[in-house]
T-cell receptor, first 112, second 116 residues
Framework: SQQGEEDPQALSIQEGENATMNCSYK?????LQWYRQNSGRGLVHLIL?????REKHSGRLRVTLDTSKKSSSLLITASRAADTASYFC????????????FGKGTRLSVIA | EAQVTQNPRYLITVTGKKLTVTCSQN?????MSWYRQDPGLGLRQIYY???????DKGDVPEGYKVSRKEKRNFPLILESPSPNQTSLYFC???????????????FGPGTRLTVL
């Protein structure tokens, strides 16, 4: 039951540039979350944005949410080589105890 | 340190030999979950548990069992593993809000399982 779809699948940028990843989903959500995964390791929670919020910041991360378009974006500013990882969006639906549904991720490579 | 631990981290086994992957969290979280991650398929949920003695199927439960006898532990059992269960497995936990399981999840380091 894939809900979130990230775009692009892969992204390669130079250190210092900004990286933008997008997530689209299909049904109404309670919140949307972004996670980072370094190669083969566990996912790490980055940021949670609720359905009544439009924008949220955390350090170099900026997340926006457009519920009318059912989409979210994650912006990483001034990227570093250490930001190289896969980034996943996960949607939490309104309907009862349905679990978080993860997309397939965007693979970000930051070249030093 | 708040964490989710999994054991073993790596396991190579043969078809049909029962195995258990343990998961433990020290954050007193109500919600625990198991995922498998396969190339091109992302994370898929196997089973989840809202609290002690409460478990439910996720998207891909076939061939797996779980139990939740204590709040901190949520073992994943493969009664008769098959090669198509070769995967990277993650355990995760979170708090709940109003009985719902949509808060941020804390993930374990993963267990890489190979079934020959």
């Amino acid at each position: 039951s894939q809900q979130g779809e990230e775009d692009p699948q892969a992204l390669s940028i130079q250190e210092g540039e900004n990286a933008t990843m997008n997530c689209s989903y299909k049904t109404s959500i309670n919140n949307l979350q972004w996670y980072r995964q370094n190669s083969g390791r566990g996912l790490v929670h980055l940021i949670l944005i609720r359905s009544n919020e439009r924008e949220k910041h955390s350090g170099r991360l900026r997340v926006t949410l457009d519920t009318s378009k059912k989409s979210s974006s994650l912006l990483i500013t001034a990227s570093r080589a250490a930001d190289t990882a896969s980034y996943f969006c996960a949607t939490a639906l309104y309907s009862g105890n349905t679990p978080l549904v993860f997309g397939k991720g965007t693979r970000l490579s930051v070249i030093a | 340190e708040a964490q989710v631990t999994q054991n073993p981290r790596y396991l190579i086994t043969v078809t049909g030999k029962k195995l258990t992957v343990t998961c433990s969290q020290n954050m007193n979280h109500e919600y625990m979950s198991w995922y498998r991650q396969d190339p091109g398929l992302g994370l898929r949920q196997i089973y989840y548990s809202m609290n002690v003695e409460v478990t439910d199927k996720g998207d891909v439960p076939e061939g797996y069992k779980v139990s939740r006898k204590e709040k901190r532990n949520f073992p994943l059992i493969l009664e008769s593993p098959s090669p198509n269960q070769t995967s990277l497995y993650f355990c995760a936990s979170s708090t709940t809000s109003g009985g719902y399981s949509y808060n941020e999840q804390f993930f374990g380091p993963g267990t890489r399982l190979t079934v020959l």
